[in-house]
């Protein structure tokens, strides 16, 4: 018992647990505050609304959780290595342009193969994309922020222009649609979740998670990374190369979010790359995906579930009126939580030692 | 002549709440606060701004109304930026995922505040307030056109804010406090400097003038808004960075920015452009380029305020 009272994680994991309550408690009262008379049905349809679908409903959900736990995995693992990679969306649309290319062009290949090579070109291009601000940390320690930031908007321009010269279907303003064979496959998923679009890509995100897991904890490589992470300086006094570290964080953390762009555009689910000038929010939701997963693997897996079941009744409280903004909302006070979660870890820490001594007391009672 | 007049004009547009939201960005850095929520803050202050002129369009004459619409900008984008101190500063909080969570909360507010109290979520507003022809200034050869027609009193509002950020920045005694708190504030804190206070007064301002370049930048370019600034919140980010968190060379790299936004979008229309060829797009991210090299290049000695992003702690020395 005071093991897990103890453990970093456990508290961790409370912190949690209170920034979604929180989040929720916000969401209710501008729900109450929008229409009072359909409150709760449009509440409930946000708590139980995609179980209420059945097997739908679920297959929905992991659908639209595939890409933001890929991109919650690239902000959680560069976090470990002591990095903010705020870059995912500019990752994710350059990723998803490369596996849209390799889906129109390269039919060449034999179907079996094609929209494998479609998604490791996602992987390969998201990277790539990294490296840029991998190397400004490492070598000329420019924050990585600001140079992703920038490389964000250099992405998303340059993706909107190459659509345009390479793969553009002028008569929706949209990319053009993948051959068949770069159309990832359903492996019979669509006939269990009947309604979803879901496909192979959940298998791909559960590898990655796997593959992510046994880096971090099972490497020597990955705990290099998490000494960086921990202490640069210290790292480096013990004999690690923490450059060579802090641009391969970044580069497999890119390459992630790149994968979570093929993905998407793989998906063969009427979804099409469009000329818009925003940046990719499945890319933002990362960072949220991976605050709550505490930059675990395991746990951005299920935080990703988590945000994406949200978002899926926050689409069906709108048959009541309410628009799905609202979850956005809820999410950015679930962010805003876990950045104070720091001064609820301390409190909970206080409270905590109090408990233990409770217990010590008890069993010296006994 | 006529395009460059133009040309010129359209920059003044774009440059001016460029300008204003990276001196925003200056304030909070100066501060030690690093604040990426600009584009957050810009949105709420043009959402309530832009409502102001909504409802209460013909209240006053359109220059007093624009002065109102203005405070409100400014004021709630100053409450909001509340937000983001209270957990950078009081709570610690690590500030980029607190920024995010305000760039975040912002565009589903204003779709949310859009369709729930006005009924639609295009904002829409009349623009009133261009001023095409300022008298006497106006009429001065070359000077005039280029300056003092097509414009905008937001614009002079600009280059007022740049000169008092200046003074205030290093001409008074609450701005080498501020920088103190930005530097070292252990060292700001030991000389009976309060660093909360310093820290806090950074961020309203940056919240004040960040709402204020909101609106500024939706007024001029639209006639709807619609939860979106595009995009500038970050790009004053850039400009604040190409301009080494110096108020005078931030302008200049505003001027720029601007320039090279008019550029991008008229790259079409312009003759000479259409004739060299080059598509806009290169127009469009050489800014962010131009931040990354001299990001690159000024790294070793960086200008950033040192403290910038660090949490202050008493007890830490």
Request: hydrophobic residues 55%; aromatic residues 12%; positive net charge.
């Amino acid at each position: 018992m005071k093991k897990i009272l103890k453990s970093e994680g456990f508290s961790s994991f409370i912190s949690s647990c209170i920034a979604i309550v929180i989040g929720l408690v916000f969401g209710l009262i501008i729900i109450l505050l929008t229409n009072p008379s359909q409150a709760l049905d449009g509440f409930l349809n946000l708590i139980v609304g995609p179980l209420k679908l059945g097997m739908t409903g679920i297959g929905r959900v992991l659908f639209y959780a595939v890409p933001i736990i890929m991109t919650g995995l690239s902000v959680g693992f560069a976090f470990k290595t002591g990095l903010f990679n705020i870059g995912t969306p500019g990752q994710f649309i350059v990723g998803a342009f490369a596996a849209v290319y390799i889906g129109v062009y390269w039919t060449f290949l034999p179907s079996g193969l094609h929209w494998i090579v479609a998604l490791i070109g996602a992987f390969i291009v998201g990277g790539l994309w990294a490296v840029v601000p991998g190397l400004m940390k490492a070598y000329l320690n420019v924050n990585e922020v600001i140079s992703s930031i920038m490389m964000n908007y250099i992405g998303m321009y340059l993706v909107n222009y190459l659509v345009k010269e390479t793969v553009f279907d002028s008569l929706r303003s949209q990319s053009l649609p993948v051959a068949s064979s770069a159309v990832i496959p359903k492996l019979g998923l669509d006939k269990i979740f009947t309604g979803s679009t879901l496909n192979a890509g959940i298998f791909i995100a559960i590898i990655m998670v796997i593959l992510i897991y046994v880096i971090l904890n099972k490497t020597k490589f990955g705990y290099e990374m998490k000494a960086c992470g921990f202490n640069a300086e210290a790292a480096k006094y013990a004999g690690i190369n923490e450059k060579k570290n802090i641009v391969l964080a970044m580069v497999i953390a890119g390459a992630l979010a790149g994968l979570g762009g093929g993905l998407v555009y793989l998906a063969g689910s009427g979804k099409f790359i469009s000329i818009v000038e925003v940046l990719a929010p499945e890319g933002f939701n990362g960072i949220p995906v991976a605050l709550l997963g505490l930059s675990n693997p395991i746990g951005i897996f299920f935080s990703g579930i988590f945000i994406s079941y949200l978002t899926v009744g926050g689409n069906l409280m709108q048959q009541f009126g309410f628009i799905p903004e609202i979850v956005d909302i809820i999410v950015s006070a679930i962010i805003y939580c876990s950045a104070l979660s720091l001064m609820i870890k301390i409190w909970l820490g206080q409270r905590k030692s109090k408990n233990i001594k409770k217990i010590e007391t008890k069993e010296g009672d006994e | 002549m006529d395009l460059f007049y133009f040309v010129i004009q359209q920059t003044w547009t774009f440059s001016i709440p460029l300008l204003i939201v990276a001196l925003a960005g200056l304030f909070s850095e100066r501060s030690g606060v690093i604040n990426i929520a600009l584009e957050g803050i810009m949105l709420i202050g043009a959402l309530f701004g832009v409502s102001y002129l909504h409802v209460f369009g013909n209240l006053l004459p359109p220059q007093l109304n624009l002065i109102v619409a203005l405070l409100i900008a400014g004021g709630t984008g100053m409450l909001f930026s509340l937000l983001h101190a209270f957990a950078a500063i009081h709570m610690k909080a690590d500030q980029t995922i607190s920024g995010t969570a305000l760039n975040t909360f912002a565009p589903a507010f204003c779709i949310f505040f859009g369709r729930l109290v006005l009924g639609t979520q295009q904002i829409s507003f009349e623009n009133l307030f261009r001023i095409d022809h300022i008298p006497v200034l106006g009429s001065i050869p070359f000077i005039g056109p280029m300056f003092f027609q097509n414009t905008y009193m937001t614009t002079f509002l600009g280059i007022i804010i740049l000169f008092i950020s200046y003074i205030l920045i290093y001409k008074t005694k609450f701005g080498l406090r501020l920088r103190a708190c930005g530097e070292l504030p252990q060292a700001a804190d030991s000389a009976g400097i309060s660093v909360y206070k310093m820290r806090y007064a950074g961020v309203l301002i940056s919240g004040l003038l960040a709402g204020l370049g909101g609106l500024i930048l939706v007024i001029p370019t639209s006639t709807i808004f619609n939860a979106t600034v595009a995009g500038y919140g970050f790009l004053a980010l850039a400009v604040l960075i190409f301009g080494q968190w110096k108020p005078f060379k931030i302008f200049f790299a505003a001027l720029f920015f601007g320039f090279m936004k008019t550029i991008a979008a008229t790259s079409n229309a312009i003759p000479f452009l259409l004739n060299l060829g080059i598509p806009s797009v290169v127009y469009k991210i050489i800014p962010y380029i131009a931040t990354l090299i001299v990001l690159a290049f000024v790294s070793k000695n960086s200008a950033a305020p040192r403290a910038e992003g660090e949490p202050f702690d008493k007890g830490k020395r």
